[in-house]
């Protein structure tokens, strides 16, 4: 399967921050010419889309967010007599994260009139195990992305607190870098930071079950659901697992508008649902986030990612998120 990357928001390959010259490539004067600004952006792009996507959850929105930052960057970069910049990496991550911040306001209004439960866009990689293509989606997951799970945490942060447990937690920047990128004092930084990593900490563990055992839960899950067996299911759930199914309103076979709490009524559900409505579907296991997941095909078409969240100890299922608005499938090839 191919996995086709965002647009790319790089100009195209000739662009007048290219020097113009005659002389032939191989020239030694020639090779040690300052990088252009698309070479700059290109070389820390990865690492923009994730923080962006990781603050966002959404890759249009990321794309967008990428797109203003290249053209912020560009223009700072080419303008004449400007001084230099000691930095590009930090310039760069400051622009990015800032406009992620502005975008949050028209992204927060669009998510109180979704219809039904909203889910971060998955990142749909290669299987568990697997070579993972060269494309931008798949570097973006070779480098820090966080699970399904704790994305849908990060969304009831403040835009703010997210940005600093994203930069602090994640990526591991220091308070001093953040409150550099924030305008902020280091001081107010650690409050920011102490506040966000207590109400993640409160809600989800910190060590969770190792991928090998994901996997293994995950093909079980699978099989009982298919199977319309639901002492399995009710062996596999735990006691307060959640159910949340995004369908943006276009999905067939929706589970409502609300999500569904508690193990025997998802067990029930499921098992009145999964047996019709997978009839057909072909089930292929990949990873979304870097997490074993489960893609669901009809077809050559992608029908919905369902993703589950584990008890600390891997036991059982505490959480099952399924992505099937087919408007956040759109990329998955």
């Keep these: 399967m191919t996995h086709h990357p965002p647009p790319d928001p790089r100009p195209p390959a000739v662009s007048d921050d290219s020097p113009q010259t005659s002389e032939p490539a191989s020239d030694p004067v020639a090779a040690r010419r300052p990088p252009t600004a698309t070479e700059v952006f290109h070389d820390h792009r990865e690492l923009l889309f994730s923080l962006v996507y990781n603050m966002l959850g959404g890759i249009a929105d990321t794309e967008d967010v990428l797109q203003e930052t ?8 080419r303008a004449p007599h400007a001084p230099s910049i000691e930095s590009p990496r ?6 990015a994260v800032n406009r992620a911040l502005a975008h949050q306001a028209a992204v927060t209004r669009r998510r109180e009139t979704y219809p039904g439960p909203w889910l971060p866009e998955p990142l749909v990689g290669s299987a568990p195990g697997a070579p993972v293509e060269d494309d931008v989606a798949d570097v973006a997951l070779r480098g820090e992305s966080v699970s399904m799970a704790l994305m849908v945490i ?3 942060l403040t835009p703010l607190e997210r940005g600093v447990f994203v930069l ?3 990526f591991g920047y220091p308070h001093t870098e953040i409150a550099r990128i924030f305008d902020r004092t280091p001081a107010a930084i650690r409050q920011l930071a102490h506040r966000a990593r207590e109400h993640v900490h409160a809600r989800r563990p910190r060590f969770q079950p190792a991928a ?3 996997q293994q839960v ?5 099989a009982a659901a298919l199977g319309g067996d639901l002492d399995a299911l009710l062996e ?3 006691p307060e697992v959640v159910m949340c199914t995004d369908g943006g309103g276009k999905a067939r076979g929706s589970t409502g508008r609300h999500p569904v709490r508690g193990r025997d009524s998802v067990a029930r559900l499921i098992t009145a649902i999964a047996p019709t409505s997978g009839a057909g579907l072909d089930v292929a296991f990949r990873s979304v986030n870097g997490d074993p997941a489960v893609l669901l095909l009809a077809g050559d078409a992608p029908y919905a990612v369902l993703v589950l969240d584990l008890t600390p100890d891997g036991d059982r299922v505490r959480g ?3 992505v099937a608005n087919p408007d956040k499938l759109a990329h998955v090839d």
């Design 70 to 77: 290249w053209l912020s960057w560009s223009t700072r970069y």
């Design 90 to 95: 930090a310039y760069l991550v400051r622009i």
């Design 154 to 156: 990060l969304q009831t």
């Design 168 to 170: 602090h937690e994640v």
């Design 212 to 214: 090998h055992v994901r």
């Design 218 to 222: 995950t093909e079980r899950f699978m």
């Design 236 to 238: 596999i759930l735990a």
């Design 320 to 322: 099952i998120y399924a």
